[in-house]
């Protein structure tokens, strides 16, 4: 593990907000090649910025004080980044050796967390997204369940039609919300989440259909922007979003 800053967190004395995060940015991103062919999925460039930067800032700005970013392709392209930026947070870097798959990842790199026995927030580091993570760990502690996962609404960039039984079209609508909600690839996990979590392999597969059986998996509701960036599409649908607002700055 190498750490990229040394800033002091000095006493935490706010409770109501997570100070400790992990961020999964092992992923090759294979649909967005050429852009991954010589960067990790999480260094692809949102409005000028990498992905995982704009994750990091959002952190800090909701008072998480250490990020672990959890590694694998292209791993010295996030560690020289990190080292060569000036971070709003402690940030440290571990590098998986082999592939562990996400649970794995969530898994190895809970243990460079500072607060073994305190919430921590984890990250897929292909998201992009702006909400409340106070409003979101409020909700986790009102709850008092294990997990607690963001569910926003999926991008419908050509919107929605409806038919009738003879398969005319009878509403044509653009950019109406979808009625059903998607894993948002953000998370606050209780302490106890580490050991239900797999030494490889996917959480998604083997740790939520536990914690859904037990009743222990709470959903937040996300109506602010989120994108997942899988593709080139994904990526200029993005930049046509974010370019009124920043470029009226």
């Known amino acids: 593990?190498?750490?990229?800053?040394?800033?002091a967190s000095?006493?935490?004395t706010d409770r109501g907000a997570v100070r400790?995060?992990?961020?999964?940015?092992?992923g090759s991103?294979?649909?967005?090649?050429?852009?991954?062919r010589t960067r990790p999925k999480a260094m692809v460039e949102v409005h000028g910025t990498p992905?995982?930067?704009h994750q990091?800032?959002?952190?800090?700005?909701?008072?998480?004080?250490?990020?672990?970013?959890?590694?694998?392709h292209l791993a010295p392209v996030i560690g020289d980044y990190?080292?060569?930026?000036?971070?709003?947070l402690r940030t440290d870097v571990v590098a998986e050796e082999r592939p562990l798959g996400r649970g794995g990842g969530?898994?190895?790199?809970?243990?460079?967390?500072?607060?073994?026995?305190?919430?921590?927030?984890?990250?897929?580091?292909d998201i992009w997204t702006r909400f409340s993570l106070t409003g979101m760990f409020a909700h986790h502690r009102r709850h008092a369940a294990l997990a607690t996962v963001a569910l926003p609404r999926p991008w419908l960039p050509r919107g929605s039609v409806d038919c009738d039984e003879r398969g005319r079209v009878t509403t044509l609508v653009s950019h109406v919300p979808p009625p059903l909600r998607v894993n948002g690839g953000v998370y606050v996990f209780d302490p106890r989440v580490v050991e239900l979590l797999p030494d490889e392999g996917d959480h998604e597969e083997v740790t939520l259909p536990r914690l859904i059986q037990a009743r222990q998996l709470i959903g937040y509701l996300v109506d602010g922007p989120w994108r997942a960036i899988n593709t080139p599409r994904d990526l200029d649908d993005i930049e046509r979003e974010l370019a009124p607002a920043t470029d009226d700055v």
């Open 1 to 7: 593990m190498s750490r990229l800053t040394d800033g």
């Open 10 to 12: 000095g006493e935490h």
């Open 20 to 26: 400790q995060a992990v961020i999964l940015a092992g």
């Open 29 to 36: 991103g294979s649909r967005l090649r050429p852009l991954t």
């Open 51 to 53: 992905i995982l930067r």
């Open 56 to 72: 990091l800032d959002w952190l800090a700005e909701s008072g998480v004080e250490q990020v672990v970013v959890s590694t694998g």
């Open 82 to 88: 990190l080292a060569s930026h000036q971070l709003p």
């Open 106 to 125: 969530l898994k190895f790199a809970s243990a460079a967390l500072d607060w073994f026995d305190e919430p921590w927030l984890a990250l897929y580091g």
